[in-house]
């Protein structure tokens, strides 16, 4: 059974200054991102309880806006031991959320930006459409980070100099594409789950080149049938 200071001591970042973009991705056996469009679908309790612990331990959780829509994201609040715990360790109690949209096809009514206990952030670009910027603008802190596209570089260092270098990416697919894509992937933690899904699901990461980037291993964490993998850049 998994423990409170058992996944801290796992997941753990010795360096907290330098950048650091670290993914958290559930998968089936046969490689599914989803069940029925949905990546929580594919997790149990001890799934939850890693995503708690790094969610616990960033300074922003990055998402895509398709990843909102989908998964139902409403405002990230930490639980009250969770905010202690952070205080104690000198940092800000709650995350921030930071949603990377080109379109910017959000509704600022959502969930995310009026049920969340910091003011998110928006990741664009320059060409983004200007209603839906300034709509926006009023409901988030508004970051531009390319000319015609989202330039994943320029992102990590956006959020790297506003004092957010430990991000934790919960996806979509698209937007892992294009960080592994940009070289900046960091580490990847992966929850395995045990079924093998079929049907049209996607992997965890599409789009992008096809590019091989070298991973090691750093652990593997078994909790039941579920395997909890970490990895980082080789």
């Not at 991705?25 to 490689?31: Q, T």
């Not at 990847?188 to 090691?216: D, F, H, K, W, Y």
Request: with cysteine; hydrophobic share 45%; net charge negative.
């Amino acid at each position: 059974m998994l423990n409170r200071e058992e996944l801290i001591a796992k997941y753990w970042i010795g360096n907290r200054t330098e950048p650091r973009v670290r993914m958290n991705f559930v998968s089936s056996l046969d490689g599914a991102g989803t069940h029925d469009g949905r990546s929580g679908a594919l997790g149990n309790a001890d799934d939850k309880f890693v995503f708690d612990t790094l969610r616990l331990l960033t300074d922003v959780i990055l998402v895509g806006a398709g990843t909102v829509r989908a998964e139902g994201y409403g405002g990230i609040h930490a639980s009250a031991a969770d905010a202690s715990w952070r205080n104690l360790q000198g940092w800000p109690p709650q995350p921030r959320v930071a949603i990377v949209s080109s379109r910017l096809d959000l509704d600022p009514a959502h969930g995310v930006f009026t049920d969340s206990p910091l003011r998110p952030l928006v990741l664009t670009h320059a060409a983004a459409p200007a209603e839906r910027l300034a709509a926006l603008s009023e409901v988030a802190d508004v970051l531009i980070c390319g000319e015609t596209e989202i330039d994943p570089v320029a992102m990590v260092l956006a959020l790297a100099v506003r004092g957010m270098p430990q991000i934790l990416c919960e996806g979509g697919p698209h937007l892992f594409g294009a960080l592994i894509e940009a070289d900046c992937v960091d580490e990847l933690c992966l929850s395995l789950s045990p079924v093998l899904e079929g049907g049209p699901a996607s992997r965890i990461a599409s789009g992008g080149a096809q590019i091989s980037r070298p991973m090691t291993l750093l652990h593997a964490l078994p909790a039941g049938d579920m395997l909890f993998l970490r990895y980082e850049r080789a």
